[in-house]
């Protein structure tokens, strides 16, 4: 049994277990943040992606000992001060979602890529590996570059294509 302190989504939170459980279980079981979803269980679908010190992770691969003394960023703690994040703002415009399964992953890996690459490129999107099985990728990618545009301050095209 170790003891494991981190910050999530702004708060102090407390592990007294097993360090090797994935931090995925703790968010979803122990705190029910269950925005964040399990999907393939081996980093290779983004369905579990948080942000670990402001980087886009997967929470089903890191353990809670990796996590000690780290801040780590859910779907939930997106938000700030009631404001969605113009990321989740450019989602609803582009009415991304289907089944929404995949969707606060999507939206933490494309907070990471704007964080990265202020001017962002089309190109830029083939670091987006996460999995949509409602291939909704084609306007998950409209809604990361029309977030480009509202981050940086350029006029943004209304309405849905
Ligand atoms: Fe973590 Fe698929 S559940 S990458
Ligand atoms: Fe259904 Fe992506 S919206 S899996």
Known sequence: MSKISLIINGVRRELEGDATQPLL?????????????????????????????GRAARACSVTMANVAGRRVTTIEGLESNGNLHPVQEAWIAADVPQC?????????????????IPQLREADLAQVTNLCRCG??????????????????????????
């Open 25 to 53: 279980w703790f968010l979803r079981d122990n705190l029910r943040l269950t925005g964040t979803k399990y999907g393939c269980g081996v980093g290779q679908c983004g369905a579990c992606t948080v942000h670990i010190d």
């Open 100 to 116: 929404g399964y995949c969707q606060a992953g999507q939206i933490m890996t494309a907070v990471d890529l704007l964080k990265r």
């Open 136 to 161: 909704t990728h084609v306007r998950i990618k409209a809604a990361i570059m029309d977030a480009a545009k509202r981050m940086s301050g350029t006029p943004i095209a209304g309405g849905k294509s």
